[in-house]
């Protein structure tokens, strides 16, 4: 029994190694393809950095490189605001409906961004409130929201409500509960949320790209358009350091939140 | 913990609302508005600037019922997310297992993590380094050829498999991690407990590991699903001729027909499809649950 | 609205509005890699005028069309295909030209110029730039000698390895000049869907952007496709690809580019600059030259080419002549007839 489970724990490090490599091999040759001179992506290899340099005098890649970090941190600060906020309400009371107030937070999720993404497209361009960055910054306020509410109210979960009990019967006033109390008990939960936020605005393309006009893009809707309408090495550039960057940013991420659980 | 019943009396929706009201009064602007404009829209007649005003109209759904088209490329759409669904949980499931019952400590934590990574980079730049892979004379056949003695080649590129292959990619971290949550929550004495009573491994498997793990392996397929159906960047990039679906339709009809009323109704079927199969699906969930 | 999400929403709103267009700026809605967006053609044109040139594109004139209906005001230039003309006239996207503003004018084409397509009620609303076909290019690394048929296409040697162009309207009239009918009086529809449905299993993909087609060369994986004839030319002039035009027995069809100035442009001035740059023979030339372009509307920019160049000496030819049928404007049901039958067929295929 003991050789037949050391063969089974064998097969089954063999088979996530495998599922690793899926994972991993088209992105590490995408990468590699970056370093390739011919703009037709022939081979044999030829390396060269000349695709990173001509990203340097993009302008459009580069336009839109900042507006979606503009906009990731914007829905960042704002998503975490709000959704901080909406926890601590839902975590202190109970009422009638609060169930299906907590069910109102999974459309966003659930709903297929496509239909989300049009839907919006629709409703801005109708009532006047336009397409833009301004627009892709309400719908990625909206798209992140719930993940910063699920993540910080499962933080709170796990936070002594007799804490909050006993600073108010110590004259603490509710306003200094919350700040000396309960927000930095929740702070890795804040600052879990916070991140999701910024992934989620960050790597978002489907509501942006129904939203976004000529010269407000992001920078997702403008590597599609170049994918659409031609591409070359430089989108494979681009997309290296896109990956690098999200990828770094969740190892810090994994840093405030556990995703593989405390046991 | 349940409140007290002192702090429940003081926390009433009432109290609750200044705090809440600002992330709901945003989900009502930014989606709940958007969808009933859209519900609205769907309804309208032509809305071309030279057309007469627009009036409201059923035609938009009558002609999805008229023409087979709609209903194929539907069909075709829900087709392709059942696919990817069980191909995500048929390599996904294993991979969840693996991480829960089979690695510890720090190797578990370390490969949980790369995993789960591929999830948060940019989808699309994802679906896009497939193109390279699949491609013929690719880096991949070139590389596999210079080492292996018969000859091989990638030649996927444009086709069904792509698109399937791609969206597979994409959404297959989803299932490892709900299936991870469930199978990690199972307690590993049950298990030892019905192997030493005598059941086999697949027994303790089938019996007790399986329907355990089902709310995971299920809230993961359908988050899966719902994204998958309504997919329509994926099939542009990997399916070429074999691309068109519902989705792609639908885009369509937003950034080059010019037909949003049509748009909407054909959205706002999608979405009453993906509802209705989900509700189908709420009762198993229930149980298993 | 409560007390700190309103200067939030302020602060967000002062951040993301402070880009847009102003004047200075000539806005050119294009073909991607179409001569308008060439680095050399921008930068000259922003020396000359002082205005920049902010280019975005456009993937199939449908999109172009809708580019225009939804973003009213952004753009000062537009290239759309006179065949597509009226219908930006009737849905009331594009403005008469002062063509007297335009000093190259008279250099062009009279015919052209004249167009019935560009021009209504006596004013004119799109300045011809270029012409071309709408052929057959071929990898010469599939073929010894150059096929003459466009039925070469169907031919099930070639099955996955013929690539065309995801458009209604270029595959009707490909499967019109298939079966020997006019382009712009298809007559028997029903062969025309029977050609295509044949030809579908031999398309490896569509292509959209002239890019696609020349990655599928580099790559092997085409040997012959729809093409036009100034992106061949590119392929060959500017990226070394074996790529060749071939322009069938059966015909080939031709197109005419024009520039327009839609409604809401608030640089009009630079608009017409901007078009007077492209039809004029400095700029022709060097784009023909080292970039690879069709033939341009303008008489005396053909006339400024090396004599043996290619769309001097053999598009000018008779022979290719008599062989082209120039797209004439397609009607709304038309158009929507098309698109639903290549809807069916694409669906059907697979």
């Known amino acids: ?121 629709i409703f801005f361009f109708g009532t006047g409130i336009g397409r833009g960055l301004h627009a892709i910054l309400l719908g990625h306020v909206a798209l992140a929201l719930p993940y910063v509410i699920i993540v910080v109210s499962a933080r709170l979960q796990t936070f002594p409500r007799e804490l909050e009990d006993a600073a108010a019967s110590l004259g603490a006033s509710r306003w200094q509960t919350t700040r000396k109390v309960t927000l930095p008990a929740i702070a890795p939960g804040i600052v879990a949320g916070a991140l999701f936020a910024f992934a989620v605005s960050f790597d978002q393309f489907v509501v942006s790209y129904f939203l976004a006009t000529p010269g407000q893009t992001t920078l997702p809707v403008e590597i599609y358009a170049a994918i659409r309408k031609g591409f070359t090495p430089e989108i494979n550039a681009v997309s290296t350091i896109v990956i690098l960057f999200s990828m770094g940013l969740m190892l810090i991420v994994s840093r405030f939140f556990r995703f593989a659980g405390d046991r | 913990m349940t409140p007290s019943f002192k702090t429940r009396r003081r926390n009433g929706l009432l109290s609750a609302l200044p705090l809440l009201l600002p992330a709901y009064a945003w989900l009502t602007l930014a989606i709940f508005l958007p969808l009933s ?226 748009g909407a109704a054909l959205s706002f079927i999608l979405l009453a499809v993906v509802l209705v199969i989900l509700l189908a699906a709420a009762p198993v969930l229930r149980r298993t649950a | 609205m409560t007390k700190t999400m309103k200067p939030m929403l302020l602060c967000a709103g002062a951040l993301l509005l402070a880009t847009g267009a102003h004047a200075g700026e000539v806005h050119v809605l294009n073909w991607k890699g179409y001569g308008a967006d060439e680095p050399f053609a921008t930068k000259a ?77 006596g004013k004119t609303y799109g300045v011809p730039w270029t012409w071309g076909l709408t052929t057959i290019a071929i990898n010469d690394k599939a073929f010894d000698t150059a096929p003459t048929s466009i039925r070469e296409m169907w031919k099930p040697e070639h099955e996955g390895r013929v690539t065309i162009r995801d458009d209604a309207v270029e595959a009707i009239q490909l499967g019109a000049l298939a079966t020997g009918q006019n382009i712009n009086d298809i007559k028997d529809m029903s062969a025309v869907e029977t050609s295509l449905t044949e030809l579908l299993p031999n398309v490896r993909t569509f292509w959209s952007a002239e890019n696609d087609w020349n990655q599928m060369v580099a790559s092997n994986q085409i040997d012959l496709g729809t093409y036009w004839s100034g992106s061949a030319g590119r392929a060959k002039a500017q990226f070394n690809l074996p790529v060749s035009l071939a322009v069938p027995e059966e015909g080939a069809v031709g197109w005419l580019d024009s520039f327009a100035i839609p409604v809401g442009s608030d640089n009009v001035e630079g608009a017409e600059k901007f078009i007077n740059y492209m039809i004029s023979p400095e700029f022709y030339v060097e784009w023909d030259q080292t970039v690879g372009a069709p033939v341009s509307a303008s008489r005396r920019a053909v006339a400024a080419l090396p004599e043996d160049a290619f769309n001097r000496r053999v598009m000018g030819s008779p022979e290719i002549a008599e062989r082209v049928q120039f797209q004439q404007p397609i009607t709304d049901e038309q158009r929507e007839s098309y698109l639903k039958t290549w809807q069916k067929l694409k669906v059907g295929a697979n």
């Not at chain 1, 336009?63 to 605001?81: C, D, H, K, R």
């Open chain 1, 1 to 121: 029994m003991m050789r037949s489970s050391s063969l089974l724990s064998g097969l089954g490090r063999v088979y996530i190694g495998l599922v690793l490599v899926f994972l991993y091999l088209p992105l590490v040759i995408m990468a590699a393809m970056s370093f390739n001179a011919s703009p037709f992506y022939q081979l044999p290899f030829e390396g060269t950095t000349s695709w990173y340099a001509a990203l340097a005098s993009n302008e459009g890649l580069i336009a839109s490189t900042l507006n979606s970090l503009q906009i990731a941190v914007l829905t960042t600060l704002i998503a975490t605001t709000l959704g901080t906020a909406a926890s601590l309400a839902l975590f202190r009371s109970d009422f009638r409906g609060k169930r299906a107030l907590q069910a109102l937070l999974f459309p966003p999720i659930a709903i297929p961004w496509l239909i989300s993404g049009t839907a919006m497209l």
């Open chain 2, 37 to 262: 404009a859209m519900v609205y829209f769907s309804l309208l007649s032509d809305i071309a600037p030279n057309a007469p005003s627009p009036s409201l109209t059923i035609e938009n759904y009558a002609t999805f019922f008229s023409d087979p088209l709609y209903a194929t490329l539907l069909w075709r759409s829900l087709v392709l997310g059942l696919i990817v669904t069980l191909a995500c949980l048929v390599i996904g499931f294993p991979a969840a297992y693996v991480l829960a019952k089979i690695l510890k400590g720090r190797a578990r934590e370390a490969i949980f993590l790369l995993v789960i990574l591929p999830f948060w980079s940019n989808s699309l730049v994802r679906v896009f380094s497939w193109s390279m892979v699949l491609r013929e004379g690719g880096i991949l056949d070139t590389a596999l050829n210079a080492v292996l003695p018969f000859e091989v080649t990638f030649d996927l590129i444009y086709s069904y498999p792509a698109v399937v292959i791609g969206l597979v990619h994409s959404y297959l971290p989803y299932m490892v991690l709900t299936c991870y949550l469930t199978l990690q929550a199972i307690d590993d004495a049950l298990i030892e407990a019905a192997r030493s009573l005598g059941a086999s491994r697949l027994s303790a498997l089938r019996r007790i590991v399986l329907p355990l793990a089902m709310p995971g392996m299920l809230a993961g397929s359908a988050l899966i699903f719902i994204p998958v159906v309504g997919s329509f960047m994926e099939p542009r990039i990997l399916g070429g001729r074999n691309g068109t679906l519902f989705g792609t339709v639908i885009e369509d009809q937003f950034t080059a027909v010019y037909n949003w009323p049509l």
């Open chain 3, 45 to 121: 044109f922003e020396e000359m005028t002082g205005d920049t040139v902010v280019n975005d594109f456009f993937n199939s004139e449908q999109e172009m069309l809708t580019k225009l209906r939804t973003n009213p005001g952004l753009y000062d230039v537009v290239m759309i295909n006179a065949a597509f003309m009226r219908q930006a006239l009737e849905e009331n996207l594009v403005q008469p030209i002062d063509t007297a503003k335009i000093s190259n004018y008279g250099d062009l084409d009279p015919d052209q110029a004249a167009s019935a397509m560009l021009n209504e009620d």
